[in-house]
C-alpha cells in the first residue's frame, strides 16, 4: 500500500512539474511574449486615458478658481499665474477679495475659505 502512495505522489509531483515547465516555456516563445505585451500595452492605454480625464478635471477646477471662463480675468494673467504663481502680480481681481463667486458654496476651490 505504501508504495502505491509514493508511486502516485511520485506521478503527481512529476505531472506538476512538466506542466509548470512547459508552461513557463511557452510564456518566452514569439507567442507567449506577444501576448504578454499585448496586455502590457491595454493596460497603458488604460492608465493614460485614466491620466488624461485627472488633466481635464484639474484644469477645469483651475478654470473655475480663478474665473477665466467667466470673464472675471484676463486669460493671459492666468496663464501668467498658472505658470509662476508665486510671483508678483497684478492683482487679477481689481482689488475685490476673490472672484464674484468667491463666497458661492458650489466652487470647490473656495470652500471653507471664506472672507472674514
Known amino acids: 500500500m505504501r508504495r502505491i502512495f509514493w508511486v502516485a505522489l511520485g506521478a503527481t509531483a512529476g505531472v506538476l512539474v512538466v ?3 512547459t508552461k513557463t516555456a511557452q510564456a518566452y516563445t514569439p507567442e507567449g511574449m506577444a501576448r ?32 477665466v471662463d467667466e470673464g472675471v480675468i484676463d486669460p493671459d494673467q492666468a496663464r501668467a499665474l498658472i505658470e509662476r504663481p508665486t510671483a508678483d502680480h497684478a492683482d487679477p481681481f481689481g482689488g475685490q477679495p476673490g472672484p464674484p463667486d468667491f463666497d458661492r458654496p458650489s466652487n470647490p476651490a473656495h470652500r471653507g475659505a471664506r472672507a472674514s
Do not use: C
Open 36 to 67: 504578454g505585451l499585448s496586455g502590457l500595452g491595454e493596460g497603458l492605454r488604460e492608465m493614460a486615458q485614466v491620466v488624461r480625464e485627472a488633466m481635464q478635471e484639474r484644469d477645469a477646477e483651475l478654470r473655475l478658481a480663478l474665473g
Open 19 to 21: 506542466r509548470k515547465v
